[in-house]
Structures are given as structure tokens and as C-alpha cells.
């Protein structure tokens, strides 16, 4: 087989695999042959460096570390959410929507990770920039923080051009073996995963990142072509196209259904591999979230459902 059709089946199989393992959660390879994969693929790209190129599986690890970030202003606001903390607030918000629409709207209810609020731009398929939140309007350029998460693919199986919005996260687990990695090395402890993944992403040296096993969701997307007409449509629509999106997102009709879900998760949240402060509520359709508009720095058409903070057990 000619070099550069080896170097182009190693790539495909190597984003279908991790696509399996990171996004959902379900390889159908073990590790051992992933890895002998990525080596073969590592090999030829070294013997053969005019094969490599910038979305090949194994530029994840940028290279000289940055003297400091670049400012970017995001083209569409990274806004922040409105919050609620009881159920009857959560009621009167449903009845507001309601009211504003003249009639009871779907809506779509999902986790809110406990994480740092990212964008990521794809052009033709491709991964181009990566970025914080900041103060919603300016952020910080961290592609090639980003590009270590293998949650986050660098290039899509559709050469589409569009933003995509979530939450980089660290795992429950990764934040004990970090904070226990770093009490034997004597360095200060991070106080909870949030902190850790912003530690994590705030390195301009993008080794560290990669060694931090970070992660990531999508929970939305910007775009100026009518992609998808709802933002349940466009959860399954990332997903399909290899972003990592969470299962755990549903459709609710009334407010005791969003309710049912956030009780749900009140009490699976302590099982769940990764941090959640709360439950985001959107109404789905496009066109009744423009109806709704925004407040100065808020959607009208979605709120956050704050869990109340944990009692924090002092032993
Ligand atoms: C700030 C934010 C945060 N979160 N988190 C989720 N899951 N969805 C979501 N949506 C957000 O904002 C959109 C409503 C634009």
C-alpha cells in the first residue's frame, strides 16, 4: 500500500477509534491496539515528514510553549446564564417563557458542567482556534490547550464552518490522581476540579495541558446557515459529527417535567464521573429563542438551575 494511503487509514481508523473511546465512551479496540496505531502512524509521519499535517492525529501535543496568550474577540458573545434556585422560581421563569410565546414551548434540560466555558471554531472540518470565555466578549487564545483534549476532535468527518460552544471539564478521577500526584511532590492541592481544569488550560506550555486528561461537551453551536432548527436537533447534530456532546440531555414540555429532571440529578449527581453545579433549561426552537431575545448580558430563553451548594463535611 502506497505511504501516504497508510497514513490516511491510520488517521481514519485512528479518529474512529477516538471518537468510541471519548465520545461515547464505548472502544471497540483495547488501548494496546489504539497505541500500536498512533505509533505506526507517528513513525511513517517521522520518516515521512511531508506526509504530516496539522490535523493528524498525532499534533495533539503543540510544540515550543507560548511566551503568553493571544487576545480574541469572540464574533458572538459568550453570554452568561440566568440563574434560579427553587422550584418555584423555576415555575415562574416556565410561565414567563409561556407567557412571552403565548403558549407552552419545548424545552431541552441539561447537565451544567462544572467546568471552564470554551468556543471552537471549525473551518472546512477543521479545528482552528480554540478560546475562553473571558468576559464574554474578549477571551484568550488556548488552541493549542485545547487541541491536548481528545474529547475535541481536530478534524471533523464534515468539512463544516461553525463555532461550537461547551465546557472543558477535568474528571472526577483525573482531579484525584492530580491532587494526589501533587501532595507527594509537595506542590499546593487545586480546591476542586473547576479550578483544576482553569489551571490546566491557563498553561502556555501545552505539555502540561496534555498531561492534565482533561475533557469535554459540547452544549451548543453558532453558525450563520440554518444547520440544524433546535438545540436538541443540534446536540445529536455535534455528536454525529464526532464532538463529544453528553448523553443526558432531555425534552421537557412542562415545568413539573424540568422539575422531575432536576431531581433526578440531585441525587445521581455524586455518581456521576464529573463535577455538575447545576441543570441548564433552554426552550429548543431557534426561532422562539430569537422571539425571546436577550437581556443585557442573559438569554431570555434559557436559565440555570443552581444546586444548592453542598454541605461541605469538615472531618
Ligand atoms: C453559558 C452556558 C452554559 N451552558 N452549560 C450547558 N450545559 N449549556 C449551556 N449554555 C450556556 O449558554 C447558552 C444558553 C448560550
Redesign the pocket.
Known sequence: MEMAERVEALRQKLNQYGYEYYVLDRPSVPDAEYDRLMNELIEIETDYPELRSPDSPTQRVGGAPLDAFVKVTHDTP????GNVFSKEELVEWVGRIEKDLGYSPLFVA????DGL?VSLKYEAGRLVRGATRGDGTTGEDITQNLKTIRAIPLRLNEDVTFEV?G?AYMPKRSFEHLNDERERLGEPLFANPRNAAAGSLRQLDSKIAAARNLAF?A??LVSTDDLVASHDESLAYLGRLGIAVSQEYTTCQTADELWDYIETYVTRRSELPYEIDGI?I?VAAYEEQEQLGFTAKS?RW?V?YKFPAEEVVTT
Open positions: 459568550m453570554l452568561s446564564l441539561e447537565l451544567k458542567f466555558a460552544r465546557e461537551f452544549y451548543g441548564v433552554k438569554p434559557a440555570a
